[in-house]
């Protein structure tokens, strides 16, 4: 199993950090560079504990689909979404926020297994690690930089 960890800290309210987190419409735009579209399940808005959403993103120069649940939420301290369909063996992806120091610390911490065995790990460790990590930062810059315009 894979595992990645990111702290990203923002000079923002907790609960706009939160909700921006779990914004459909900011995603999108957020991760424009992959065409990330919510194409079922909850596609506008704020997404809350059990629902799910469709994403479609091109990754590696394919449109892949992935169904993630909300499986657990405690309203700006966390929530988890874990993928019910998609190309990974398991995904899971929890979002924690606290505040610091006057700031909203957001952690991201991402779990997933890999299908196709030994091929499927060559190609995490080669490419997909770095892919997910440079996904999450890239869509953390731009959630600070929004979150912070905000006030």
Known sequence: ???????????????????????????????????????????????????????????????????????????????????????FKSFRHEHIFYEKNGLTVMKDKVFYEVPYGIFGELFDFLFLKNHMINFILERNKVLKAFSESKQ
């Not at 995603?27 to 809350?48: C, F, R, W, Y």
């Not at 892949?64 to 190309?87: C, P, W």
Request: glycine share 6%; no cysteine; proline share 2%.
């Open 1 to 87: 199993m894979t595992k990645i960890k990111i702290r990203t800290k923002i000079k923002a309210p907790i609960q706009t950090v939160f909700d921006i987190s779990r914004d459909i419409d900011f995603h999108q735009k957020s991760a424009s560079p992959t065409n990330e579209t919510a194409i079922d399940g909850v596609t506008s808005g704020l997404i809350n504990y059990n629902q799910t959403v469709t994403w479609r993103g091109k990754h590696f120069g394919f449109y892949l689909t992935h169904k993630s649940r909300i499986t657990a939420m405690n309203q700006y301290d966390y929530f988890v979404d874990e993928m019910e369909e998609g190309k």
